[in-house]
């Protein structure tokens, strides 16, 4: 069966210092991924998605980058963080339409 | 500009009851829509999918209707029970892409009480 692993499940991090937030996922190939945040009391936003590996497409300029590596593997980062970067972030995969989405279980990032 | 609207204000009825959610949206033409659940501190859970083709789509005690005249689609839970209680969250899937690429509503919160 299908899983999507994401970690750390919460992240206190300084102003200035670097991000990486990993997502794995398992029992499918060529999955898409999906980045999104959802800030306190605000809807989901689309951050980055990719179909395949090595292939990134950017929603919302900022302070963030993604990278896929490997085919099951999404990796959100930054290399100097922000307050405003604070938020939940999650992971999902795919397989397209008409299907729904699978997320992960969430990272909470409290920037200080 | 493109927007989804979703009650923000949470929705409280009682156990055994009918509870139906909404989920407006203007300036979007989706061929699919889709449901969530969503609980505190956890990733959203896919609950249903419905066509902009089709009327309305079941499953179990869950009822969902898609009019793209009215631009709406009506969530229900029929039998509530407390443990549906949760934020639901609605999406929308342009299909005029050619990438599944999802827009969510800020969710209602649902509240069912014994």
């Known amino acids: 069966s299908q899983t999507i692993h994401q970690w750390p499940a919460t992240l206190v991090q300084p102003v200035g210092s670097p991000l990486s937030l990993e997502c794995t996922v398992e029992?499918?190939?060529?999955?898409?991924l999906y980045w999104y945040r959802q800030a306190a009391g605000r809807g989901l936003q689309l951050l980055f998605y990719s179909v395949g590996i090595g292939q990134i497409s950017s929603e919302v300029p900022q302070n963030l980058s993604a990278s896929r590596p490997q085919d099951r593997q999404f990796i959100l980062s930054s290399k100097k963080l922000l307050l405003s970067d604070s938020g939940f972030y999650l992971c999902?995969?795919?397989?397209?339409?008409?299907?729904?989405?699978?997320f992960g279980s969430g990272t909470r990032l409290t920037v200080v | 500009s493109q927007k989804i609207e979703q009650n923000s204000e949470a929705l409280n009825i009682q156990e055994g009851k009918t509870a139906t959610l909404t989920c407006n949206y203007t300036?979007?033409?989706?061929?699919?829509l889709q449901w969530y659940r969503q609980d505190p501190g956890r990733g959203p859970v896919f609950l249903l999918l419905i066509r902009e083709n089709e009327k309305e789509k079941r499953k179990e005690r869950l009822k969902v209707t898609f009019d793209t005249t009215l631009k709406q689609s009506l969530f229900h839970i029929t039998a509530s029970q407390p443990a549906d209680s949760a934020t639901y969250l609605c999406a929308l899937d342009g299909g005029n892409t050619g990438f599944q690429k999802l827009v969510f509503g800020t969710g209602t919160r649902l509240l069912v009480s014994p």
């Open positions: 999902a995969w795919s397989v397209g339409r008409p299907y729904g989405y699978t």
């Open positions: 300036n979007y033409s989706p061929a699919y």
């Open positions: 029992g499918t190939s060529n999955p898409n």
